[in-house]
């Protein structure tokens, strides 16, 4: 499977932007999906996750309420709304793929090569 993550740039605090992390070579619905983020500086950390089929959602504290995972399995593809951004969001984005949804980024086979988002005025 490989992974392509889109849609990062340069915004305004409290700009939005929605990330889309689309798969080639085999269907991305038989996956979770989980969204990281690895800020300089910092160590990747997991933002949010969903299940192959989409029933089911999960989020850092830090996004909840705040950043949306969704996927769209007739494209391929799965998408995080990021509403609101803030300074503290600037990080390079990554989409990975796992078998169940996790936390643990040692489970996660499949990497996107990252997305860079900067919020800044």
Sequence with gaps: VQL???GGGLVQPGGSLKLSCTATGHILGTYAVGWFR???GN???WLSGITGSGERTYYH????GRF???RDNAKNTVYLQMPGLKPEDTAVYYCAAADK????QAQYRYWGQGTQVTVSS
Excluded: F, K, M, W
């Design 4 to 6: 392509q993550a889109s």
């Design 38 to 40: 690895q800020a300089p």
């Design 43 to 45: 160590e990747r950390q």
């Design 61 to 64: 504290d830090s996004v909840l």
């Design 68 to 70: 949306t995972i969704s």
């Design 101 to 104: 949804v996790g936390v643990n």
